[in-house]
């Protein structure tokens, strides 16, 4: 079992920047990949990135590509989501999994956090 907790969302204006953080613990994860998806009111939640625990190539979204950045601690079991040049459009809750394989695929993951609202005001 892996736990996941969310934290650092909040209100930002367009442009603004926000670092979620992505506590995880229980059993070992280090093979897992990690992704963040967000979920906006009314639509399905999609991807925003994906990455192996252990390192390597990190894949994103199109739509969040060169504003966004993943990165991890290992020592303190953290994932980070560092959201730049933030936009209205990028308003929703965010979410960090933890899943067996690197893909896009929400339904591929099989742990994930209670979410984090990001609003991103015009």
């Known amino acids: 079992q892996v736990q996941l907790v969310e934290s650092g969302g909040g209100l930002v204006q367009t442009g603004g920047s926000l670092r979620l953080s992505c506590a995880a613990s229980g059993r070992s994860f280090s093979s897992y990949a990690m992704g963040w998806f967000r979920q906006a009111p009314g639509k399905e939640r999609e991807f925003v990135l994906t990455?192996?625990?252990?390192?390597?190539?990190?894949y994103y979204a199109d739509s969040v590509k060169g504003r966004f950045t993943a990165s991890r601690d290992s020592a303190k079991k953290t994932v980070y989501l560092q959201m730049n040049s933030l936009k209205p459009d990028d308003t929703a809750v965010y979410y960090c999994a933890a899943g067996r394989v690197v893909t896009s695929d929400v339904r591929q993951y099989d742990y994930w956090g209670q979410g984090t609202q990001v609003t991103v005001s015009s």
């Open positions: 990455m192996k625990w252990s390192g390597g190539t990190t």
